[in-house]
């Protein structure tokens, strides 16, 4: 089993930055790629970021490209990303995950991944 906390959501500006944190606790997560998902208000939920176990790749939903970046620190059991230059429409909120020891290294699909955070709340103002 591998619990998931995830943080660092807030309220912040249109233009501003935001860093979220997701610390792995239980089995180790370092041979698992990991993601980000958020939910809008009203919305499903949707990807916005994956890396692999190592942390050499990485792939990101189209509408943040250029502005978030997900990175880990497998010797702290820890997935992180920076959210910079934000939008209103990236309020939501966002999930991190662990994926499925099988998948590849950056899965995109909900049904790729076996364990969840409980998710932390990012409201960006306009």
């Known amino acids: 089993q591998v619990q998931l906390a995830d943080s660092g959501g807030g309220l912040v500006q249109a233009g501003g930055s935001l860093r979220l944190s997701c610390a792995a606790s239980?089995?180790?997560?370092?041979?698992?790629?990991a993601g980000w998902f958020r939910q809008a208000s009203g919305k499903e939920r949707e990807f916005v970021a994956a890396?692999?176990?190592?942390?050499?790749?990485?792939y990101y939903v189209d509408s943040v490209k250029g502005r978030f970046t997900i990175s880990r620190d497998n010797a702290k059991n820890s997935v992180y990303l920076q959210m910079n230059s934000l939008k209103p429409e990236d309020t939501a909120i966002y999930y991190c995950?662990?994926?499925?020891?099988?998948?590849?290294?950056?899965?995109?699909?909900?049904?790729?991944?076996?364990?969840w955070g409980q998710g932390t709340q990012v409201t960006v103002s306009s």
């Open positions: 995950a662990v994926a499925k020891a099988y998948e590849g290294p950056t899965p995109s699909f909900e049904n790729e991944y076996d364990y």
């Open positions: 239980g089995r180790t997560f370092s041979s698992h790629a």
């Open positions: 890396i692999s176990w190592s942390g050499d790749m990485t």
